[in-house]
Every structure is written in structure tokens, then in C-alpha cells.
């Protein structure tokens, strides 16, 4: 099983610019979701199993952050919703 993990600015699209701007991209042009569904067709082109965490993290948007501010790693909020998805994706494999 493969599991996708969403970077911060497809959670909180309020930080696409910024993220895009660091590496020279024009946010305007972006498409954050693309690289999500190439590896979603392309996992299910190979027959491998995905946990798709994007869904879960953009469900618990709320009050409490789910990313760090200035970086893209998870909080403990963010990995609590994470290892709820993961344990669910494990669970409802074949």
C-alpha cells in the first residue's frame, strides 16, 4: 500500500502563493491536485493499493492547524488525523 500524503498548500490553498513564489512557479498556473491523480491513475494502472490521506486532512480543517506555519510537516493534530486514515486504509484492505 502507498500512501499520498498532500503538501500543506493543497490543505490550506491560502499558502499556494507563497510556496509557489519560493520556487519560482506562478501560482496562477498551478494545479495542486495534479500530481495527486497522475499517482492515484498510475497506482491503479500497476494494481497497487492507495491511502489517499488528502480527504481526511481537508475533512479536520478547522481550528486547529493541521501543518506547521513555516514548514510542511504535520502537527500533532495533522498526524493524529493521519494515523486515524492510516489505520482505516490498513483495516479496510483486502
Excluded: K, N
Amino acid at each position: 500500500m502507498v500512501a499520498l500524503a498532500p503538501p500543506a498548500f493543497v490543505v490550506h490553498p491560502e499558502r499556494m502563493a507563497a510556496t509557489f513564489s519560493l520556487v519560482g512557479l506562478d501560482p496562477d498556473r498551478g494545479r495542486p491536485d495534479a500530481p495527486r491523480q497522475a499517482l492515484l491513475g498510475l497506482l491503479r494502472e500497476l494494481g497497487l493499493q492507495a491511502c489517499d490521506l488528502s480527504p481526511a486532512l481537508l475533512g479536520a480543517v478547522g481550528d486547529r492547524p493541521l501543518y506547521f506555519p513555516w514548514d510542511g510537516h504535520w502537527t500533532a493534530a495533522g498526524h493524529a488525523v493521519v494515523a486515524q486514515r492510516l489505520a482505516a486504509c490498513i483495516a479496510e484492505a483486502p
